[in-house]
């Protein structure tokens, strides 16, 4: 059991930038795909970034690539979502998620074995 507490969401206007973060229990091998979701209003939940255990591959969505970066920081065991130049499109509750699967490819909810607990961001025009 991997446990995950997000922190970090908010609100703040469209142009604007927040930094989420995911705390997890273990940071280990047997964890090799680090994901955030978001799911927007009257919208299914999406993948928009993923990173791997070492932080050697990354995915975006085409949504938000360019304007989000995904980090970790292996020490603290935390896994990051920078958010830049938000827009109202990018309201949504956003989840972190660890899967135990070993290859890395695009977030799938059904790859995602830990989820934390959903953080509202709030982007007004």
């Known amino acids: 059991q991997v446990d995950l507490v997000v922190s970090g969401g908010g609100s703040v206007q469209a142009g604007g930038s927040l930094r989420l973060s995911c705390a997890a229990s273990?940071?280990?091998?047997?964890?090799?795909?680090w994901g955030w979701f978001r799911q927007g209003p009257g919208k299914e939940r999406e993948g928009v970034a993923a990173?791997?255990?070492?932080?050697?591959?990354?995915y975006y969505a085409d949504s938000v690539k360019g304007r989000f970066i995904i980090s970790r920081d292996a020490v603290k065991k935390t896994v990051y979502l920078h958010m830049h130049n938000l827009t109202t499109e990018d309201t949504g509750v956003y989840y972190c998620?660890?899967?135990?699967?070993?290859?890395?490819?695009?977030?799938?909810?059904?790859?995602?074995?830990?989820w934390g607990q959903g953080t509202q961001v709030t982007v007004s025009s």
């Open positions: 273990e940071f280990s091998n047997n964890i090799n795909n």
């Open positions: 998620a660890a899967a135990r699967l070993w290859a890395f490819r695009p977030p799938l909810i059904d790859d995602y074995n830990f």
């Open positions: 990173t791997t255990l070492t932080g050697d591959r990354s």
